[in-house]
């Protein structure tokens, strides 16, 4: 039994049954199931390429850069780094 979709022109062969109407029913299963495996492929592809679309490549320009200053460097001169440590100085209460 030989079993062609005119859409996709997907073709499906099967002889394993001695009927002809066994070998109709298991082509047309196999036939179901390749088109449902290309139709999640194309899904997942269009998927794939809106989500790359929109992270983007992740190049060093794309990056959102980050400094870490160590604590004693810097800062430590800074007035409002040292109140804000805790320890006042530079500060006067009124």
Request: glycine share 6%; charged share 35%; hydrophobic share 30%.
């Amino acid at each position: 039994m030989r079993i062609t979709h005119l859409p996709t022109g997907l073709e499906v062969k099967c002889q394993d049954q001695k009927s002809q109407l066994q070998n109709k029913i298991k082509a047309m299963e196999i036939l179901r199931s390749r088109l449902l495996d290309r139709m999640v492929s194309e899904q997942e592809a269009a998927r794939s390429r809106e989500r790359r679309a929109q992270v983007g490549t992740g190049d060093r320009s794309q990056k959102v850069r980050t400094y870490n200053f160590a604590e004693s460097r810097d800062r430590s001169s800074d007035p409002l780094h040292d109140a804000q440590r805790g320890s006042g100085a530079g500060w006067e209460a009124r």
